[in-house]
């Protein structure tokens, strides 16, 4: 069990940590091997996150002393929270996909997730399709084509009413 001081410890890391953020992904890692667990702390790090368990009481308190408007007792079991300094599509999309090459033993999902700048907090559902959304560099290069395919077009019919005369 946990003193005093060290909850209170624990409670000034997910002020931190929330602070910090842009973006906050919940999950459930029940029955999660260790080492799943350790590669997906190594892809949210990748993109300048932190993965941290803290007890649901402990991180409502931090949440409340940051005005954030999640309610921690609505998720049930373990719950581990991946704090993202990206947009809400990137760090969803990290912990999607990681979520997609476990084995069926395992029972990690993801429980919610929450847009600090926006102050909108999205369900499991609404996470699993924003984690499936191809990244925002991936979405531009996307519309750039779509922006250039016209002008192409064009450029292509001149070229082939030149070569006839």
Known sequence: MKTKVQKKQEVESGEELSKKADS???????KTPVKDIT????????IGGVYRVIKKRLLQRAFNEQGVSVDTKQFGGQLATVFAPKDISE???????????????????IVGGYDVKSKQYFSDGEMKRIGQLPSRDILLAQLLGMLQAPTKSLVYTLDQIAKKK
């Open 39 to 46: 590669a997906l702390k190594n892809e949210v790090r990748s």
């Open 91 to 109: 760090a969803g999309g990290v912990v999607f996909r990681f979520s997609k090459g476990l084995d069926k033993a395992s029972e990690f999902k």
């Open 24 to 30: 906050m992904v919940f999950v459930d890692f029940a």
